[in-house]
């Protein structure tokens, strides 16, 4: 992370360096976020440990850390943790939704969107899913509109939604929402108490490990609309332990029931990693991310190149250059190829040096 390039930041800002650096010491020029974030050092010594203590036969709580992680991610989005269901998958929790819909029901999806958020409502063959592009996402809303289930950043060429237009235009239709922030979370703020349902991996921008997911239910825990919990097992019950045989006679009183059997390994670290980004502060990183994005942008256009229009992403997607992932990867620099884009994604541990590195390789 060296460089003669200096960060985007002084004064107060120093202390987003240090606390990064004392976390993160990636041995490439890491600027593939969008696809999995890097771990910081606390979340890896917390996994260390929990895994040593478990092979000492004197395993830790991780069921408290599961409830530490719960807090920590509806603080990051500003809803009550009574509203925050932990699992391990996007899909998983898009699943959940879509079988809760009536038949008949239309779903308003946009165009490309990733997989794991709209293909189980196309698994349902009585349901009616329409695709529009990103941009007209919000004035395709109708009268006739169940739900509309989109990203809040696409993971192919990192566009934003126009989240604000979208929550208006279906409160006006009595539509509701599920919003995808897997790859906006941690970098983008987000207020999830204005949509119906958010959902997310964490395993990338909130430098989570694999296998933590959450999802954002109302506040009446998803009745009106007809969530069931539909995979609760004896954890979804009120008081767990009482609830390991036979069915669960008391759900918790909270979205908890709604829980997917977590992984508590991933959990252990999970909590870890979701401090760091309170450390750090969603603004402070959307500050930086940016910052890094719109240098690349520039100088792409010295080179030549035009990425995918998406002002304010923290990704950048450049068509027609997919094809030199490897080249790169080969030269340190760690990229995506999506949809023959080449996707660059500029997080916390960058530097205006990875950027610069980037942009170095590409015009040689």
């Keep these: 992370m060296d460089g003669e390039v200096p960060w985007p930041h002084s004064g107060p800002m120093e202390s987003f360096e240090n606390l990064v650096r004392a976390e993160f010491d990636p041995k490439t020029t890491y600027l593939n976020t969008a696809s999995t974030g890097l771990l910081p050092a606390r979340t890896l010594a917390a996994m260390r440990d929990a895994a040593e203590a478990a092979a000492a036969g004197e395993p830790s709580d991780m069921f408290a850390d599961v409830e530490a992680s719960r807090s920590a991610f509806a603080r990051l989005t500003g809803v009550p943790s009574s509203r925050v269901a932990a699992g391990a998958s996007v899909a998983t929790f898009s699943g959940l939704v879509a079988a809760a819909l009536p038949s008949g029901a239309e779903v308003l999806t946009a165009e490309g969107d990733f997989s794991s958020l709209v293909n189980p409502f196309h698994m349902r063959a009585d349901l009616k899913v329409r695709s529009v592009p990103l941009e007209r996402i919000a004035e395709s809303v109708g009268p006739g509109t169940a739900l509309v289930a989109v990203s809040s950043v696409q993971s192919a060429d990192g566009r934003i939604a126009g989240l604000a237009a979208l929550r208006d235009a279906a409160r006006a239709h009595g539509a509701r929402t599920l919003i995808d922030a ?25 430098l989570c490990p694999r296998g933590v997911a959450f999802l954002v239910v109302p506040e009446d825990l998803g009745a009106a609309a007809g969530l069931t919990p539909l995979f609760a097992g004896w954890a979804s019950g009120e008081r767990p332990w009482d609830s390991c045989y036979g069915p669960v006679g008391e759900l918790a009183h909270s979205a908890r029931r709604f829980d997917e059997s977590p992984a508590l390994f991933s959990y252990a670290g999970a909590r870890h990693s979701l401090s760091l980004i309170a450390d750090l502060g969603v603004d402070a990183v959307h500050a ?8 690349f942008r520039e100088g792409l256009a010295s080179l030549g190149h035009g990425p995918v229009p998406a002002p304010g992403s923290a990704i950048v997607s450049v068509p027609g250059l997919g094809h030199r992932q490897g080249e790169l990867g080969r030269a340190g620099v760690q990229v995506s190829d999506r949809a023959g884009n080449l996707r660059a994604a500029f997080h916390a541990y960058n530097t205006p040096a990875d950027v610069d590195r980037l942009l170095n390789v590409l015009a040689d």
Excluded: I, Y
Excluded at 288 to 295: E, G, K
């Design 182 to 206: 897997s790859q906006s979370s941690g970098w983008l703020p987000l207020a999830a108490g204005e949509f119906d349902f958010v959902t997310a991996v964490a395993f990338k921008w909130l």
């Design 288 to 295: 930086h991310d940016t910052a890094l994005a719109d240098r």
